[in-house]
């Protein structure tokens, strides 16, 4: 498996403190409360080791963690998050802005949207943006076991359908890290990435 066992390596606070490449990176983004920390820690399989950058005041940071195999699971701090002054909220957006648009060894990115609210503004905003990198994009309706079995199937094929217009460069699945159902298949989305 891609991520088990990936342990932390570093944080970033600051565009400047981004480590030299040692590998590609896989970047992991959404907003604040959609469930980006436990998806995370389901992926690796620790309990607490993306919580790390949860307390106020140390959200703004780009966590990374290494993988078994090579190459770097990138932790973007979450977006949108409301109890925040706007001058904050511009500072994590550079820094998430300057990380995704100019790091090179950046080889896509997972985002994880709350299955009960998919494609917000601000994810639809992401997803424009980072499109014209040409870089693959993979989303996670995360908590979907908060959804009924007819319900996690249609909210699926409504989002899949909306982001058509994307062709390939969009995929999108279930995920729910209460259960741990849909690990298999992220690592399957994305570890072509890795070596593409
Ligand atoms: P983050 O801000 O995106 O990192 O979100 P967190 O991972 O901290 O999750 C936000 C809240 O959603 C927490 O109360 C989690 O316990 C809950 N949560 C996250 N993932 C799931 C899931 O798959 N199922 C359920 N039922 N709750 C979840």
């Known amino acids: 498996s891609l991520f088990r066992g990936a342990a932390f390596h570093i944080s970033v606070a600051k565009p400047t403190g981004l480590p030299a490449a040692a590998g ?3 970047a992991f983004a959404g907003r ?3 469930g980006k920390s436990s998806a995370i820690n389901t992926l ?5 080791l993306a919580f790390v950058s949860k307390t106020p005041g140390r ?3 780009i966590n990374y963690f290494k993988l078994v195999k090579g190459g770097f699971l ?4 979450g977006y949108g998050f ?7 909220r511009r500072a994590w957006a550079g820094l998430i802005e300057r990380y995704l648009k100019e790091r090179e060894s950046l080889v896509g990115l997972v985002l994880i949207m709350d299955s009960r609210h998919p494609l917000t503004e601000l994810d639809w905003n992401m997803i424009q943006w980072f499109s014209q990198s040409g870089k693959p994009m993979h989303v996670l309706l995360t908590k979907a076991d908060k959804l009924t ?3 996690q199937a249609s909210t699926l094929a409504d989002v899949r359908n909306q982001l058509s217009g994307m062709g390939d460069q969009v995929t999108v699945q279930l995920f729910s890290s209460l259960k741990k159902t849909g690990v298999d298949e992220v690592e399957n989305v994305v570890a072509p990435w890795l070596t593409a």
């Open 24 to 26: 590609p990176e896989i």
């Open 32 to 34: 604040s409360n959609a």
């Open 44 to 48: 690796v399989g620790h309990t607490r």
């Open 59 to 61: 959200t703004q940071l």
């Open 74 to 77: 990138v932790d973007l701090p």
């Open 82 to 88: 409301a109890q925040v002054p706007p001058e904050v």
């Open 149 to 151: 079995r007819s319900a």
